[in-house]
């Protein structure tokens, strides 16, 4: 979790990096040291196995699972990646993990049955309170904004652009943080 907020970070000292590019870049890297990682301390386990002999213990079907639930992963990271460079990281980052909590707190919930649903219910509701509280928020303050810009005649129009594009990719990008819960 560290490293899905460092990446901007990241980008901003890389001042000439096209946003894209800059998101390839670092995912390769991010690789490359989980790989070495998995080579080097992978082999401290308490079973005695190191890390390859793990990788060839497993099924076919395992090594499908692990690369379909990885490209799942990734392409919900690029959705978020896309709504922060939208929204910024404040709006999108709270926005994709408020709705991944939600989904993960039910499926918890409808996979056990000794959790209280009067608590279900009310975190539940929170959470989308403060999702449409923040969403609001953000809406708002793309419009005073805009009508500032508008009056000093830095825009072209004086049609307000809408947030809405930013925030949709945000709350449809809960898929990279589902599999924490």
Not at 129 to 134: M, P
Request: aromatic letters at 14%; one cysteine or more; a positive charge.
């Amino acid at each position: 979790m560290l490293c899905w907020g460092t990446w901007p970070i990241f980008l901003k000292m890389a001042k000439r990096y096209r946003f894209e590019l800059f998101y390839f870049d670092f995912g390769f890297g991010m690789g490359f040291v989980a790989l070495l990682c998995a080579l080097t301390a992978g082999s401290l386990g308490f079973d005695g196995f190191n890390f390859s002999d793990d990788i060839m213990n497993a099924r076919k079907q395992e090594w499908l699972l692990a690369i379909l639930a990885a490209m799942i992963f990734n392409f919900g990271n690029m959705l978020t990646l896309a709504a922060s460079s939208i929204t910024g990281i404040a709006v999108a980052f709270p926005l994709a993990f408020g709705v991944a909590m939600i989904i993960g707190s039910w499926m918890n919930y409808l996979g056990h049955a000794g959790i209280n649903a009067t608590l279900m219910w009310g975190g539940t509701l929170l959470v989308i309170l403060s999702l449409l509280l923040g969403s609001s928020a953000y809406s708002h303050l793309k419009a005073l904004q805009h009508e500032t810009m508008a009056r000093a005649g830095k825009t072209k129009s004086t049609r307000r652009p809408s947030p809405l594009k930013g925030i949709l990719l945000a709350l449809v990008s809960w898929a990279h943080s589902g599999p924490c819960f």
